[in-house]
């Protein structure tokens, strides 16, 4: 599988590093500085694109692959609010467009466990909040992987009505206290206090291995399809 990467930081780097194990052949490492060598790629050199870049440039790269004809794979957060126009673009260029806030394993069966337990605390009296907890290097907070998880809160209990991020706080919304340290690779715990006790659930990524091994696996369950799709998609069909 021909594979051009937008967004060589550590982790397009690890990226590549796993693609390569997996016997898959990269065409192009895209970043700021050589961005215009897109150019020079017909649709025919790219079976699929991964794209980890930044906020400001996620929106303009994956509109560009989608234009091309290429098949893309995003993990860039920070930018949904255009994500309807993407999505609606794709439908137009029959295009295929994959997007996660985090593409390991672990985390989207953490995804679904804090969607059961916000389920079973429907109606409890507990205070639920969140905390995430980032690399210096994060450019957007809070992480993408915290709002999902807080989308996930609030689809199944009623009470909440979104997301607020600490020190802000709003009646009804989820409190998400953001913070950047060292070279995290990545920690969400979701908690809920009362007055008689606390639970508390949580995932702490150990390296970006995980994050980059979901994204070649999904690049490679994108090949030839058509459409929007996500991590519970992919996990549907592993099973």
Not at 184 to 205: F, K, L, N, Q
Request: glycine letters at 10%.
């Amino acid at each position: 599988m021909n594979i051009l990467l937008i967004g060589y930081g550590k982790m397009g780097r690890t990226i590549e590093q796993i693609a390569l194990e997996r016997d898959h052949r990269i065409v192009g490492k895209i970043d700021v500085q050589n961005r215009s060598e897109m150019d020079a790629l017909a649709k025919e050199d790219v079976d699929v694109a991964i794209e980890f870049s930044s906020p400001e440039a996620a929106f303009d790269n994956i509109t560009y692959c989608l234009r091309k004809g290429w098949p893309i794979v995003s993990g860039t957060t920070g930018w949904l609010e255009h994500r309807t126009e993407i999505e609606t673009l794709c439908q137009q260029q029959q295009g295929a467009f994959f997007y996660a806030s985090n593409y390991s394993i672990g985390v989207n069966l953490f995804f679904r466990l804090n969607r059961y337990l916000a389920r079973l605390m429907k109606g409890q009296a507990y205070d639920v909040s969140m905390t995430e907890i980032h690399h210096k290097h994060k450019l957007d907070a809070p992480s993408g992987t915290a709002i999902t998880l807080a989308e996930g809160v609030s689809a199944v209990n009623d009470s909440i009505k979104g997301w607020a991020l600490v020190p802000e706080t709003k009646e009804g919304h989820l409190p998400i206290k953001s913070e950047r340290e060292g070279e995290v690779p990545g920690t969400h715990i979701i908690r809920y206090d009362s007055e008689i006790d606390t639970i508390e659930i949580s995932h702490t990524a150990h390296g970006r291995k995980g994050f980059a091994s979901g994204a070649v696996v999904s690049a490679e369950w994108l090949v030839g399809k058509t459409g929007v799709f996500g991590m519970d998609d992919l996990l549907e069909n592993l099973e």
